[in-house]
């Protein structure tokens, strides 16, 4: 009988189960220790990055209430998460690590897909304040905007109907006083509005104009120059070259794009940008402002796109006088009592202007003459703070073809409205037809940057970036060197590899 010798059998067992207990209490401390360095190496990088993001432009934040990073701390956003980095994790520490490598991946700035990033900032900024309340007029308006198109149409078609009338030759020998009192009555009436129309219709329509600003701005380098091609600027306007007695000349006036995006207003779309917008920047019925800014009349520049004060606020005041005259000119051409006196005058003066079969053709002409009279009244009026009526009737209409002249000379209407519409009203009109254009935003950033490069000389916007990418790998060191940990790296360290967005 063979008898084994099982002595130490217990005690190998036990050493062997100890060790691989060992080795696994190692794997699990190493294990932990290699997650806690990935967690730190993790946090340490969202913190650098907000590190950097403190270095936000601070004219843009007090002034607009957006974020976005400084440009002058662009060039340094390597550096400065490096060095943020190596204060953070020194490898002196428990847990410690080193950055072995930082790059910056990808960008974008205020400019980029068609600002939406701007958009995102002030609907931010807008989502937590109370809407202002459009008001009534602005509703009116705006309703009444669908049906401009028509009445231009309308307009339009009255012009092309009819022959264009001609210079006599000959005057009439003889003519009855009535005749002749219609003649002179027209006379003044034409030469009072060629005086206005020619002179400039700021001129009229300012109580003071040498009180209009007349700052201007270059226009390289700007946001709308170089990234906001897809659109247009706002078509001018200008009725300096305006003869009252050619058809085709009204017909070219009548022709003009003023009702672009008109046609589909949604007051609920950009609401938000509508009520930021106005609480921003400054339009010509404000008071001076404190801040030093680059443009008085910064709306008007974001409706018509203009480098001067000047030509900006003329833009927005002939387009007012367009919806004006075709509003007038709707309702003048259908008054029985208009229609009467223009007939009268019609059949006085069309042997001054043409030949009896022009008769309607001078017909037209005068009616739309008393229009833009009424029209260029009532301009005054809007641009001095007053108010005037959405919707044309015989109590409302100011003037008439005897009284027209010295109405016009005093700039005095016979009806005021207690309630209507008024300058602002038409600015947010005008805001709202370009809400879905991309070249409003664009203008946004323009006065943003000209206002800032007061300022920090040389600012852009295209330099002021929302957020940024950047690749960053770190280097662990392990606490049981020939264990496996995690990560990836020599024996010693494990290198953790981090992509991340840092945004605004």
């Not at 967690?39 to 993001?53: F, I, K, M, P, R």
């Not at 809007?382 to 005897?402: D, H, Q, Y």
């Not at 916007?461 to 790998?473: G, K, Q, T």
Request: aromatic fraction near 10%.
């Amino acid at each position: 009988m063979i008898v084994k010798d099982s002595r130490g059998q217990i005690t190998v067992f036990l050493s062997m189960t100890f060790l691989v207990i060992t080795v696994v209490i190692f794997c699990v401390l190493e294990g932990i220790h290699g997650y806690m360095e990935s967690t730190l190496c993790e946090e340490s990088v969202q913190e650098a990055g907000d590190d950097v993001l403190a270095n936000y432009d601070k004219y843009l934040y007090e002034k607009y209430h957006v974020f976005f990073l400084d440009p002058r701390e662009r060039p340094f956003i390597e550096s400065d998460g490096q060095d943020f980095l190596k204060k953070y994790g020194g490898m002196s520490g428990f847990y410690g690590f080193s950055c072995d490598s930082l790059s910056v991946t990808g960008e974008k700035t205020a400019v980029d897909d068609k600002g939406i990033y701007l958009r995102y900032q002030i609907s931010e900024y807008m989502k937590n304040r109370k809407a202002v309340d459009a008001g009534s007029a602005l509703i009116n308006l705006i309703k009444s905007s669908s049906d401009m198109q028509e009445k231009q149409g309308k307009g339009i078609a009255d012009f092309e109907e009819k022959p264009e009338p001609r210079e006599e030759v000959e005057k009439e020998k003889e003519q009855s006083p009535e005749t002749a009192r219609q003649r002179v009555l027209w006379s003044e009436l034409k030469k009072t509005l060629t005086g206005i129309v020619h002179s400039g219709i700021l001129l009229y329509a300012a109580d003071d104009p040498g009180s209009i600003s007349s700052l201007t701005i270059g226009k390289a380098g700007l946001p709308s120059k170089s990234y906001g091609k897809m659109d247009s600027d706002m078509e001018s306007l200008s009725l300096s070259g305006l003869s009252l007695s050619k058809l085709s000349e009204w017909r070219t006036y009548l022709n003009s794009d003023v009702l672009s995006g008109m046609e589909s207003i949604d007051l609920k779309e950009g609401a938000y940008l509508m009520d930021y917008l106005f609480e921003c920047f400054s339009h010509y019925e404000d008071k001076p402002a404190k801040d030093k800014t680059a443009l008085k009349y910064e709306l008007e520049y974001i409706i018509a796109g203009r480098k001067t004060d000047q030509d900006n606020l003329r833009i927005v005041a002939d387009r007012i006088l367009m919806i004006r005259f075709l509003t007038n000119y709707a309702y003048a051409s259908g008054d029985p009592a208009i229609n009467g006196e223009a007939e009268l005058m019609a059949a006085a003066v069309m042997g001054i202007l043409g030949l009896p079969e022009g008769k309607e053709a001078v017909k037209t002409l005068l009616i739309a003459a008393l229009s833009l009279g009424e029209s260029v009244l009532e301009l005054h009026a809007v641009m001095n703070g007053e108010r005037v009526a959405l919707v044309k009737n015989s109590s409302n209409w100011n003037i008439s073809f005897s009284t027209a002249p010295g109405l016009l000379i005093q700039k005095s209407l016979l009806h005021p409205a207690k309630t209507g519409v008024g300058y602002e009203d038409y600015l947010r009109l005008f805001l709202a037809a370009g809400m879905k254009k991309n070249i409003l935003i664009y203008r946004v950033m323009d006065i943003m940057q000209v206002n800032a490069g007061l300022e920090e000389a040389g600012f852009r916007m295209a330099d002021a970036l929302f957020f940024f990418e950047w690749d960053i790998s770190c280097q662990c060191p392990r606490w049981f060197i020939n264990l496996p940990g995690a990560g990836k790296g020599t024996d010693s360290f494990f290198r953790v590899d981090i992509h991340r967005r840092v945004s605004y």
